[in-house]
């Protein structure tokens, strides 16, 4: 069985290699492409032991909640959301204005390393749905990492 999962037919063969390709430079578990209603839409990982609709709708609720919070500060929504285990961390963040990425992933790979990672992942999946890159997650045109390669990067978290 593979171990990649796309339920709806909508849900691209480009946006099932992003989420393969996404999973394998970031060394995590799990990636889940998630609607803001909590439909699961894709998968991509080890997802044996998650019971994935579940996973899927209290995401989405976990989002609204935080939403809520954001309000409270004064901020119109977060982009990304941690929540951290001793063994498991749960990474959400926003894909345009429609979906929801949501990594899986354990003590082998860093925060540093996903969130390093989701930014370019976020932007090809959001061109791929055609909502747009929450403007949090762009860079900006003159970063002073703009010359950094992914093999420099790799190199770091090696």
């Known amino acids: 069985m593979s171990d990649n999962h796309f339920i709806t037919s909508s849900v691209s063969k480009e946006m099932e290699t992003t989420l393969r390709r996404f999973?394998?430079?970031a060394k995590v578990r799990a990636a889940f492409?998630?609607?803001r209603n909590g439909q699961l839409m894709g998968q991509t990982g080890?997802?044996?032991s998650m019971d994935t609709t579940a996973?899927?709708?209290l995401t989405a609720s976990n989002i609204a909640a935080s939403r809520a919070i954001?309000?409270?500060l004064g901020e119109a929504e977060f982009s990304g959301v941690f929540h951290e285990g001793t063994e498991n961390h749960v990474y959400i963040c926003l894909?345009?204005?429609t979906a929801l990425l949501v990594v899986v992933f354990d003590t082998q790979t860093s925060l540093g390393l996903v969130r390093l990672r989701v930014k370019k992942t976020v932007r090809e999946l959001a061109?791929?749905?055609g909502g747009g890159t929450p403007v949090s997650?762009?860079?900006p045109a003159l970063s002073p990492f703009a010359e950094i390669t992914e093999e420099d990067i790799d190199q770091l978290f090696r």
Do not use: N
Request: proline share 0%; aromatic share 0%; hydrophobic share 45%.
């Open 23 to 25: 999973r394998q430079s």
């Open 33 to 35: 492409l998630i609607d």
């Open 46 to 48: 080890d997802t044996s």
């Open 55 to 57: 996973m899927a709708a």
């Open 70 to 72: 954001a309000e409270l």
């Open 95 to 97: 894909v345009g204005t």
């Open 127 to 129: 061109d791929l749905l």
């Open 137 to 139: 997650m762009e860079e």
